[in-house]
């Protein structure tokens, strides 16, 4: 392979590589250091006939040709000569005719044709050359286009110029650059003569650097190719394998003359740099001490954001939804989503009081929502920026699904009326894998957004580290390319430069509805934050710094020197916005008390009341009439579609669902179809997404019928149920935990009038979604004052499968509960269980039975308010005959149970019950038939709790007085340090005032959520169980 590479090599960029070093020995000390080119292109590398010892040979008589072509056969040479010319692997071996009489007089034809047309072969092979020129500088010229404000560093890392292609900071010394020119022209890289600088070459279609003419003189087309690729701009865009993408972001670059901008917008830019630029330093004036990270270095980004808002606007996106990371938030809030001034800085009074329950947040992570009109277009935009947590890129999915709710909910197929835009940091966006996830959600057809625009405020430093210790790839972009997204780089002390790239990027987003990157080169003024110091870190790098003169100055200077504005208009703009901060200060001064609320990123007008309240405190039943059941069972047995083939195997599943109707009972599955059906009949939009949920990674929903016949043709029952029902959308995802339910928590920010739902395929597999559960799920409303419903179906149930598949980590959810353990609440107060849920964080429950799983669903959307619902859901319970409930457990009337008590012989006397067994879940199954087993039914009583948290003091309260001479224990099949022992042993004793112990009856403690020895696994099993049905075995702890 080395070898290869070698042969390939000295192959055919020889004469470029001996250009390179020639040429670097010229070169001043200051300038870029040419190193060994990185990539040769050479296409014989891939000829199947070069490979192993064969190289060396090739090697030799590549060699020879070169000194004298004739030296070698003349297939040799017709190769060579292809290869040259850049004919693609494969192509350039043409094989010799064979050599009877007729072919070797054709031989002597074909050499003597050679021969006496030399000038054809020479126009053909300058033409090739001057193609390849062209197509050198579509791929390569972002690597030496001038990106990096400072003049110092390489915005891909990287400061060889490729060898192809002339540096544009070789024009800096005329006599470098000449030097360049000529090596790679003559008898260099492409073959061509100095004479040829002047020649007229046809322009290949794949350019459009010719403008209305179709050919150029030589040095005209470099020319042309250099103020295109390499100025201040750098396109990265041949990675695109559709052409007429490709065309379209050639004719936006190439054409002479495109980036033009009248007096009349260079004003608005210099007037929006002003804005950008004062602020920041109005802040350090008044707060020099607060930590603001503020955007000096690149300013430039506020005018940007403008541009992409401006652009989308003129072609119909009237909604936006931004994310994005700390830096230049609080410039973002004031000067592109609007938010007054005054609010903003009240929030560096730390005096003032907050009028909203919760922790509250930061004031640079806090979101925000505004309609206005767009000055620009004279158009109604509004504009929500996502709150976000410190980690970096979490927001992300999450701006992606409220842009898909949005867009789903107004009709928004196309992506033409809502867009996304996000924000990133240069270190964070190469290193954080959530934005690999995000991305792959890109073009998926169930989370798509039509496109997001990136822009990455490239500061070429995350923190204290330098990007070279920070990524390998060459940008801090590439991970944009697994999409086909066009990266645009851009040097952000060009300020026209960027706003044109942000025209071509919104144009982009809504001529493709693709992904599209902003990555705006600039550097940091400051230390990461404005308390840190940066020389201790980049010393040299913070030197330069301190030199460069701010682009509002730079920008100035050139408009004032064009005489675009004079120097007292320039100065007028500055006092003007100066004095709108101070008033707006002023005014601060008068606020007495901060309102969170005002920083909603997605407020749900008529949801609650007008001061934000639920608009009544209780919750109707969940039930349902028996005829809606029977319908919804009916269908969700059934295939409503004519000439529909389904596999055999499926319509057994569904013949048994129309048998278990006909029973008016429900499992697991038609529970769910239940509780969705019916609330699709109520306008309630259902969106269930996860991994393999459509059939379901247990293979018992079946919510897609797949036609066995005919390819692709499917059908959703769910769909076909009610003339107007909502929609219900069910969708595999990709194979992402932390993208997708952050997509999912983003859909259900939108509106409250849908059930949201993510399911893991197992449970234990959230963990690697555990940011949006620690940082949004979990604390969402008490850090930004907004509600969310999203429900998480997590799989889990000790099954003997081993530690993976096991465990949903009820602990983890149990710990991050709001409710306190040794507090005992009013349980006299009205509407108790639903004051509970509203005070909470979440809810989290693991439900006995279909029936209660049902209603629980149910009940998420027929609360007045929403929390986030944490389900464990079953395994083996999907398909156990006992698991099973009845029509009359769902019927008008009926409810969510928040504890199922015992119904058996132990309640009707409970006197003589010896032991009060606690339990949740699947093991309930378990120990009845045990306690069967053992006949013990009248002796030991068994709760189930259905609802963990909140708490249900209240009815645990009287399950333990019914039964007054029984011991208390709880069981669990999770170890002992996992599982709901440590959430539900101290609360069950705060519920009987500490008055008894609280039993354990268990598996011991263990690093592992299991065993993965099935024996181990049903030994542990038959101990617990031996534990909780042996009346004497706490005898001796008493
Ligand atoms: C997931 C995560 N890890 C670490 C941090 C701590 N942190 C905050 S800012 C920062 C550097 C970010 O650099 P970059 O993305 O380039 O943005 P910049 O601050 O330069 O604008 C780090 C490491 C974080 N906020 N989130
Ligand atoms: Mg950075």
């Known amino acids: 392979m080395f070898h290869l590479r070698t042969c390939a090599a000295k192959l055919r960029p020889l004469t470029a590589s001996q250009t390179v070093k020639t040429f670097s020995q010229n070169r001043p000390a200051a300038a870029r250091t040419f190193q060994q080119i990185r990539c040769y292109s050479a296409p014989v590398a891939a000829e199947p006939f070069l490979s192993g010892t064969s190289s060396n040979y090739v090697e030799e008589m590549y060699c020879a040709w070169l000194e004298n072509p004739k030296s070698v056969h003349k297939s040799w040479d017709i190769f060579f000569r292809n290869t040259n010319a850049g004919a693609p692997p494969g192509t350039a071996y043409q094989s010799p005719l064979p050599l009877s009489r007729g072919s070797l007089a054709a031989v002597a034809h074909a050499q003597s044709l050679v021969e006496a047309q030399p000038n054809v072969d020479k126009l053909v092979e300058d033409h090739l050359a001057v193609q390849s020129l062209i197509r050198a500088y579509q791929i390569r010229g972002h690597h030496v286009a001038q990106l990096d404000p400072l003049g110092i560093l390489d915005a891909d890392l990287d400061s060889s110029v490729p060898a192809d292609i002339i540096s544009s900071t070789d024009k800096l010394d005329l006599a470098v650059f000449k030097e360049r020119l000529r090596m790679l022209t003559v008898g260099g890289f492409y073959g061509l003569d100095e004479s040829d600088l002047d020649k007229v070459f046809h322009l290949p279609t794949t350019t459009f650097i010719g403008g209305q003419e179709s050919a150029l003189p030589l040095r005209e087309i470099i ?26 972001i ?24 002003v804005r950008s630029t004062r602020f920041e330093e109005f802040l350090q004036r008044k707060w020099s001490s607060e930590k603001r990270f503020g955007l000096e270095g690149c300013e430039v980004l506020i005018p940007a954001l403008k541009t992409i808002i401006d652009k989308s606007s003129e072609n119909g996106v009237d909604y936006v939804i931004m994310g994005m990371p700390h830096r230049g938030r609080l410039n973002v809030l004031a000067n592109v989503i609007r938010k007054e001034l005054e609010q903003i800085f009240c929030q560096f009074d730390s005096k003032l009081e907050a009028a909203d329950e919760g922790s509250g ?42 842009t898909k709710a949005e867009q789903f909910y107004c009709g928004d197929t196309e992506g033409k009326k809502v867009m996304s835009i996000l924000l990133h940091g240069d270190a964070a966006f190469a290193g954080q894998g959530i934005v690999y996830e995000t991305f792959h959600l890109s073009d998926l057809p169930s989370y798509t957004t039509h496109g997001t625009v990136h822009v990455v405020v490239n500061n070429q430093i995350g923190f204290t580290t330098d990007p070279r210790m920070a990524r390998s790839s060459p940008y801090p972009t590439d991970v944009a390319r697994v999409v086909n997204a066009p990266i645009f780089h851009v040097n952000s002390d060009d300020p026209e430069a960027v706003m044109y790239v942000c025209k071509v990027a919104a144009e982009w987003r809504s001529t493709f509805h693709k992904d599209v990157v902003v990555d705006l080169v600039c550097y940091r003024r400051n230390g990461h934050n404005e308390m840190d110091e940066p020389m201790f870190t980049q010393p040299l790098m913070y030197k330069q710094i301190r030199k460069q003169k701010p682009v509002l100055q730079k920008y100035a200077e050139l408009l004032v020197s064009q005489g675009v504005v004079n120097q007292p208009e320039y100065e007028e703009e500055i006092s003007k916005y100066d004095k709108i901060c101070e008033e707006a200060f002023a005014r601060s001064k008068d606020e007495k008390i901060l309102h969170i609320k005002h920083w909603l990123d997605s407020p749900w ?60 009972t429900v499992d697991w599955a038609l529970a769910e179809y239940m509780a969705f059906g019916s609330l699709l009949k109520e306008g309630i939009h259902i969106r269930l997404s996860g991994q393999d949920v459509e059939r379901g990674t247990f293979s018992h929903r079946h919510h897609v019928l797949h036609d066995q016949n005919v390819d692709k043709r499917t059908c959703i029952p769910m769909n076909h149920l009610w003339p107007n029902q909502a929609p ?38 959230h963990n690697t979604a555990q940011c949006i559960i620690d940082q949004f799920i979990c604390p969402g409303q008490a850090k930004w004052v907004r509600q969310n419903g999203i429900v998480l179906l997590l799989p889990h149930g000790m099954e003997g499968m081993g530690p993976e598949h096991s465990s949903a980590r009820p602990e983890r959810f149990l710990q991050m509960c709001n409710d306190d353990p040794d507090v005992l609440p009013d349980l006299k107060e009205a509407n108790f269980d639903i004051n509970q849920l509203y005070d909470c964080n979440w809810v989290v429950v693991n439900c006995s039975t279909p029936g209660n799983f049902f209603h629980v669903l149910r009940r998420q959307i027929l609360l007045p308010f929403r929390k986030p619902l944490i389900i464990f859901t079953p395994k083996s319970l999907l398909r156990h005959p006992e698991a ?52 013990m039914v009248g002796q030991v009583a068994i709760t189930r709790i259905e609802q963990l948290s909140p708490f249900p003091f209240d009815l645990l309260l009287k399950e333990v007085q019914k039964y007054p001479n029984a011991e208390l224990a709880w069981c669990q099949e999770e170890h002992k340090n996992q599982g709901y022992y440590d959430y539900v042993k101290p609360r069950l004793r705060t519920t009987i005032s500490r008055a008894k112990p609280v039993w354990y009856a268990g598996r011991d403690p263990a690093a592992a959520p299991a065993t993965g020895n099935k024996k181990t696994h049903l030994t542990e099993l038959q101990r617990l169980l031996d534990t909780a049905f042996d009346l004497d075995v706490f005898k001796n702890f008493s």
């Open 250 to 273: 050639r004719q936006k670059f190439e054409t002479p003359g495109i980036m033009q901008f009248t007096n009349e917008e260079k004003r608005t830019l210099l007037a929006r740099l």
């Open 361 to 402: 947040d930061v004031k640079y992570h806090l979101g925000m929502y505004h309609r206005r009109i767009n000055r620009v277009t004279d158009r109604n935009i509004t504009l929500s920026l996502v709150a976000n947590p410190s980690h970096l890129e979490a927001a992300d999915p999450v701006v992606m699904g409220k």
């Open 728 to 765: 219900y959308t069910v969708c595999n995802s990709s194979l992402s935990e932390y993208g997708v339910l952050g997509f999912e928590l983003g859909f259900a920010m939108a509106s409250p009038n849908a059930l949201v739902l993510w399911e893991a395929q197992f449970g234990d597999f």
């Open 884 to 935: 099973r409930s009845s029509f009359d457990e769902m019927l008008p009337g009926t409810h969510f149970q928040r504890v199922i008590p015992e119904d058996g012989p132990a309640a009707q006397n409970p006197e003589s019950v010896k032991r009060l067994l606690f339990c949740t879940g699947k093991v309930y199954y378990d120990l009845t038939r045990e306690r069967k087993a053992r006949d």
């Open 223 to 248: 020319r042309r190719l250099e103020m295109a690729y390499c100025q201040h701009i750098g396109v990265e865009f041949m990675f695109i394998n559709d052409l007429e993408q490709c065309q379209w």
């Open 605 to 664: 007008p008529g949801f609650f009341t007008l001061d934000g309240q639920p608009r009544s405190m209780s919750c109707p039943s969940t039930g349902l009439t028996e005829d809606i059941l029977t319908h919804i069972g009916n269908v969700a047995s059934s295939v409503p579609v004519e000439n529909f083939t389904i596999h055999g195997g499926l319509s057994r599943i569904l013949k048994t669902r129309g048998e278990m109707v006909k029973n008016r």
